[in-house]
T-cell receptor
Framework: AQKITQTQPGMFVQEKEAVTLDCTYDTSDQSYGLFWYKQPSSGEMIFLIYQGSYDEQNATEGRYSLNFQKARKSANLVISASQLGDSAMYFCAMRGLQTGANNLFFGTGTRLTVIP | ETGVTQTPRHLVMGMTNKKSLKCEQHLGHNAMYWYKQSAKKPLELMFVYNFKEQTENNSVPSRFSPECPNSSHLFLHLHTLQPEDSALYLC??????FGTGAVYEAFFGQGTRLTVV
């Protein structure tokens, strides 16, 4: 079974500051992928960043970086230089490769509010 | 044109109605998904189709009936729904390369906001 935990229901950050959104996971799979998605009020889920379980380097995509600590089973999202448009729900997700099932499991999300 | 398109964007239906949600992807993917998003709950995976074959049905009530006529289209047929079925229904697609070790992100549509009255 796979489980994603996001313990921060809501976060506030000042514009231009950095913010870290927490994500921990649990899986019996040896090989898996971790994803972060952004969901603005329009409803669409927007893919942000991906980290493979065997990737030695932390993933980065522009202002997004993933702080992957495999031993702690955490995959925190770091957003640098926050912008007002970053205000949205953020979801951590995971897909295991060894179960054979093509499932993508999501956490409960964190609502980020960027303050001017 | 967006990658994954869902119609309608909003739907209000009575408990005795029959309606269908439509999803179309223009990304050449071979896997499609239906998710349900209720307030304050994680996204719930409902159905998965790989290469047009249903591979997952996560104990979804039979009043929800999926259909995948080809790898680009996915439908969710609704009948005799309950008020607790009101939610945002999200469709997604991705590549699925089972056995290769490759992991691909899923791309989502904007969802259908369903209200059952």
């Amino acid at each position: 079974a796979q489980k994603i935990t996001q313990t921060q229901p809501g976060m506030f950050v000042q514009e231009k500051e950095a913010v870290t959104l927490d994500c921990t996971y649990d899986t019996s799979d040896q090989s898996y992928g971790l994803f972060w998605y952004k969901q603005p009020s329009s409803g669409e889920m927007i893919f942000l960043i991906y980290q493979g379980s065997y990737d030695e380097q932390n993933a980065t995509e522009g202002r997004y970086s993933l702080n992957f600590q495999k031993a702690r089973k955490s995959a925190n999202l770091v957003i640098s230089a926050s912008q007002l448009g970053d205000s949205a729900m953020y979801f951590c997700a995971m897909r295991g490769l060894q179960t054979g099932a093509n499932n993508l499991f999501f956490g409960t999300g964190t609502r980020l509010t960027v303050i001017p | 044109e967006t990658g994954v398109t869902q119609t309608p964007r909003h739907l209000v239906m009575g408990m005795t109605n029959k309606k269908s949600l439509k999803c179309e992807q223009h990304l050449g993917h071979n896997a499609m998904y239906w998710y349900k998003q209720s307030a304050k709950k994680p996204l719930e995976l409902m159905f998965v189709y790989n290469f047009k074959e249903q591979t997952e049905n996560n104990s979804v009530p039979s009043r929800f009936s999926p259909e995948c006529p080809n790898s680009s289209h996915l439908f969710l047929h609704l009948h005799t729904l309950q008020p607790e079925d009101s939610a945002l229904y999200l469709c997604a697609s991705s590549q699925w390369a089972f056995g290769t070790g490759a992991v691909y992100e899923a791309f989502f549509g904007q969802g259908t906001r369903l209200t059952v009255v």
